[in-house]
């Protein structure tokens, strides 16, 4: 059985009042009572995530249809009639919309840490994780709606050519937009988006110009920490995101040049056994050091590189020796509900290694899987799991999703962690939590 949208119903709603026949009295040009439950109950009967965009698009309809019939050949008592009845109408939707985007998404603050003559970088902050979505567009043009920027559409629904949406931590992000102009300016527009549907009412705009040229390499910091004997976390604070790169070779080695770190050889242009490259962001990184001999001395060498290809020609250095044994303990982790919606919820976890964490979400009363069943993703019988993932950590605050839920349903969440060299968190954390009904 075919079910009407929204539009579709407000529209033969339309076409019936605005056809009654005319009263005495001015006053009667409103919705009955009747009609005003009828509204009501068919905007419930739409799905929270859409009955929003739902709710603006008709009212763009109404306001069309009584510009269309104040200008019509019409007698005014039956112009008067009918465009009585829409602004009824119009004055329900409108209280309708201002509910929803009264209680939406709470709006993370957004700041610009730097541009270059092609890239911009930005980083914000959200109290709650789930979605954002922006354009950036050039300075001067009409500013979007919040619907406009998640369909990544600019103010007249042309696609805008620089957008993108990610998912949001209820904690800092960092993000950065390519392809921009040189020596331009430019306005960033921004929404997010909760578990609900709920999106930002107003949009954030943020101006900000490019540079004319770029030629200065990255600036950085690195540190070692963790140290143990076969493994450590390198940090890497830098201005820029991009790319570095590092090699590790025995303390005696003499140091090679910046092209040569980058293509993973030592001085004499020898690949060397520990290299790595990975991508930049413009704050703070964390590499985890794998497969390192105990009782040694190491230097590593570390270079990095802008989107222009500027490499830092002083490679940064860091002294360090491995212990004596090699590391059996494995990551400390703490987790915690953040929120839940019917359909989701939102867990926040502290590590003190970075490396990989494993999940597993099952009904409650079932029994417990063990830490190596949770890291295949399997129950307490070895049978894989709907709702399970990994990822990839951070040795601090993570946050992740839990989707696909059943609303108004009990599970257990049991997390593992794991280091670099495969230490396995043996007791899993398990987080009771009931999904909400409405």
């Given at each position: ?39 009501d ?69 957004i ?59 209820s904690?800092v ?37 490019t ?14 920490s ?42 004499s ?69 953040n ?21 597993v ?78």
């Amino acid at each position: 059985m075919k079910t009407l949208n929204l539009k579709k119903i407000i529209w033969i709603l339309i076409v019936a009042l605005i056809a009654f026949p005319i009263p005495s009295f001015a006053e009667f040009w409103k919705l009955s009572q009747r009609d005003r439950e009828k509204v009501d109950r068919k905007i419930e009967s739409i799905s929270a995530i859409n009955r929003q965009n739902y709710i603006e698009i008709v009212i763009v309809r109404v306001n069309s249809l009584m510009a269309a019939i104040r200008i019509s050949a019409a007698d005014e008592s039956t112009k008067f009639r009918k465009v009585s009845i829409l602004e009824d109408l119009r004055s329900i939707l409108m209280a309708k919309l201002q509910n929803l985007t009264s209680t939406g998404a709470n709006v993370p603050v957004i700041s610009n840490l730097a541009t270059t003559n092609m890239q911009g970088w930005f980083s914000l902050s959200s109290n709650m994780a789930w979605k954002w979505y922006y354009v950036i567009l050039p300075s001067g043009s009409g500013a979007p709606t919040s619907a406009q920027i998640r369909s990544w559409f600019d103010n007249a629904w042309n696609t805008a050519s620089v957008r993108w949406n990610f998912n949001l931590m209820s904690w800092v992000n960092n993000f950065n937009a390519t392809w921009l102009s040189p020596g331009s300016n430019y306005t960033l527009y921004f929404v997010a988006e909760d578990s609900n549907g709920n999106i930002s009412p107003t949009p954030q705009a943020m101006n900000f110009s490019t540079s004319s040229t770029s030629s200065n390499p990255p600036v950085f910091s690195t540190s070692l920490s963790w140290l143990s004997g076969t493994w450590g976390i390198l940090t890497v604070v830098s201005n820029a995101s991009w790319r570095w790169y590092f090699v590790i070779l025995p303390s005696w080695s003499w140091m090679p040049t910046s092209a040569q770190i980058r293509t993973g050889r030592d001085s004499s242009w020898v690949s060397a056994i520990w290299t790595w490259s990975f991508n930049l962001v413009s704050w703070t990184n964390t590499f985890n050091l794998a497969g390192l001999t105990p009782n040694t001395n190491y230097v590593l060498y570390f270079a990095a590189e802008d989107p222009f290809w500027n490499l830092n020609l002083s490679p940064s250095t860091q002294s360090f020796t491995t212990s004596l044994t090699s590391d059996t303990i494995p990551p400390v982790v703490a987790a915690s509900i953040n929120f839940v919606t019917r359909n989701s919820a939102t867990i926040n976890m502290t590590n003190s290694e970075g490396w990989k964490w494993y999940y597993v979400a099952l009904p409650s009363g079932s029994s417990a899987p063990t830490a190596a069943q949770i890291k295949a993703w399997t129950d307490s019988g070895w049978n894989m799991v709907s709702l399970r993932w990994s990822f990839n950590t951070t040795s601090w605050v993570n946050a992740f999703n839990v989707t696909w839920l059943n609303q108004y349903t009990s599970y257990v969440l049991y997390i593992v962690a794991e280091d670099a060299v495969w230490n396995l968190l043996q007791t899993p954390q398990v987080i009771p939590f009931t999904t909400l009904q409405q």
